[in-house]
């Protein structure tokens, strides 16, 4: 049975199922409370932990969210299930971890995720388009360097305890959630009371959700970046067909749900300041890219015990502290007395994009071993 489990899952039917049921259940995490267009979104909830942990003191964006918990635990029990859970670290950590920092620092100036770029688009969010170019543009860049000897190094087998340090942070951050502790007056946790870290799904929903996408993905290594990584590199289109089934299911539950706005202009919780979108997911994607993999694919790498994905994530998690500390993210849309006001990236976070991406080619240039 675990063998016939394991064909199926590695087929491309497998991966498309996989890609098709991610799209559903996050056109229904936004019906059940979800922000719109953010079903799921990776660097967007790592953002809103940073925050429920104090990491920073946007108000508006502070919440543990239960998805990310579950990525973790589900791809831990799928791993321990298949006899995939292998601790192993030692990877340049400092480099992932600076990676994972400008990531995050990409992702929010686009405001998402690669998974809430597609999501985005299957809302009718047009803005979506040039800050899925960027990404293409970025993975193709860190493609290059790879097929020109990019190299973190070699990753070696650890003690198994290296391995549950991130599962186990996860279990810490849901007793924290279920009982909502308050260390000191005035400080954390956080949780906002309004804004989009005020909006979700049920406690029980999100987290089941993201055990179900947890366990699934790790089962077929689904992956946003590996999928365009490997149709530049290899012309192989088996990753990307899952893909394509995410945004084509989700598409279609937002239209059965009523929840498509087609347009650019104030959309939910987006920007239409292209270049930025497009330059935010060009340095995300290059990070993703050197990382080897996407920000789904780290947390899920961490849950079978990848020690240096669980770096890039916690690198993340920094990194949107950073963010929003230092007014690098960006800012949406909105409408103000029937005007639209055009939001966008602060000088400081065109800055900290340029100098993210000036890192990231530094390290692709030095790190290569031809």
């Not at 049975?1 to 087929?11: D, G, P, W």
């Not at 936004?30 to 003191?57: S, T, W, Y």
């Not at 340095?283 to 961490?302: K, N, V």
Request: charged share 10%; aromatic share 10%; net charge positive.
């Amino acid at each position: 049975m675990r063998q016939q489990l394991t064909k199926f899952f590695a087929s491309r039917r497998g991966v498309i199922l996989v890609g098709a049921i991610i799209g559903i259940l996050a056109a229904w995490l936004q019906k059940f409370g979800n922000p719109p267009n953010m079903g799921i979104c990776v660097a967007c909830f790592e953002r809103d932990i940073a925050g429920a942990l104090g990491l920073h003191r946007v108000a508006v964006v502070q919440y543990i969210r239960p998805e990310i918990i579950g990525f973790v635990l589900g791809a831990l029990v799928a791993a321990l299930l298949f006899r995939e859970f292998k601790a192993r670290t030692g990877s340049a950590p400092i480099v992932r971890f600076i990676l994972g920092v400008f990531a995050m620092i990409g992702a929010l100036a686009f405001l998402g995720c690669p998974w809430r770029a597609i999501l985005r688009l299957a809302g009718g969010d047009l803005n979506a388009i040039s800050g899925l170019t960027g990404l293409a543009v970025g993975i193709a860049i860190g493609v290059q360097f790879l097929k020109s000897g990019f190299n973190l190094g070699r990753t070696q087998k650890t003690y198994p305890a290296a391995g549950w340090i991130l599962p186990v942070f996860m279990i810490g951050l849901l007793l924290l959630l279920i009982f909502q502790v308050q260390f000191s007056e005035n400080g954390a946790i956080f949780f906002s009371t309004t804004g989009p870290g005020s909006m979700h799904a049920s406690l029980l929903i999100s987290l089941g959700t993201g055990l179900i996408i947890g366990f699934l993905a790790q089962r077929t290594r689904f992956c946003t970046m590996g999928a365009l990584r490997d149709v530049i590199l290899m012309r192989d289109t088996h990753l990307l067909s899952g893909v394509v089934a995410l945004f084509v299911m989700a598409l279609i539950m937002n239209l059965i749900l009523g929840q498509t706005k087609l347009g650019f202009a104030a959309q939910p919780v987006a920007h239409s300041s292209h270049l930025w979108n497009f330059l935010g997911m060009t340095l995300a994607g290059l990070a993703f890219a050197l990382a080897g993999g996407c920000p789904g694919r780290q947390l899920f790498l961490a849950g079978e015990g990848d020690g240096d994905s669980a770096i890039f994530v916690i690198g993340m998690i920094t990194g949107a502290g950073f963010a929003h500390n230092f007014n690098l993210a960006g800012t949406p849309d909105k409408m103000v007395a029937g005007i639209l006001q055009v939001g966008g990236v602060t000088t400081a976070g065109m800055v900290a994009v340029v100098l993210g991406l000036i890192v990231c080619l530094t390290f692709g240039f030095t790190m290569r071993e031809k």
